[in-house]
């Protein structure tokens, strides 16, 4: 099952359907258009997830692979219905508590960090296409971006239950992950890190050595 993050929608994945397809049940969907003046409680996004996988996989356990913001909610799913997750590959966010991340930042990476949120704040009041792609913000990313709600209200501690993929692009301005959680999924067995020299969007940028390293860790994991 495949969850896209922000601003992307189900097309994300197109590659992935492609060369998975013929191997595995590929499901994935877009989140509905969802303005700033309503939102979805954490445990809402997850329940709508577990829903999903009774529907079209009659309640049996499917692998996720997440996305940005996909991961932030894929994780909490999986931590709430183990018993309908069997592996993760997660790309691009780490499952480390926004105080562990932000601990583990040096100042330089904070300052470029809070440089990157004031530009998005002042783009989403100021820009017409900023404000077009908030109208169309997923399910998910309204609530944190748009301050709907507190996403990390009711969240549970990350804890690695199960073989994972973490799949991270080395060429943006500060990582999404902290080191000790690269060294969790490092010291789990059937688990690994691939680091790619490409931007945040992975599986977009060299969709044929993502899809490769993908379908490699599934046939040994």
Known sequence: MMIHGWPYDRSLWDAQVAAFSPTYRCVRFSFPSQRAKSSHRLDEITQMYADTVLAVNGGRPVILMLSDWGCIFGYQFALRYPELVSRVIGVGIGGSSQVTYRASLDWKTRLKLAFAHRRLNAATRSSREAREACSRLQLPHAITWL?????TMGALPFKLRWPMLYIYGKRKPFPFHTRSFEQAVQAKPDSQV??????????????????????GWLKGA
Not at 147 to 151: C, D, K, L, M, T
Not at 204 to 215: D, G, I, M, W
Request: charge should be positive.
């Open 194 to 215: 691939i680091a790619f020299r490409s931007g945040h969007w992975v599986m977009r940028e060299q969709p044929e050595a993502f899809n490769s390293a993908v379908l």
């Open 147 to 151: 301050r709907a709600s507190q996403p």
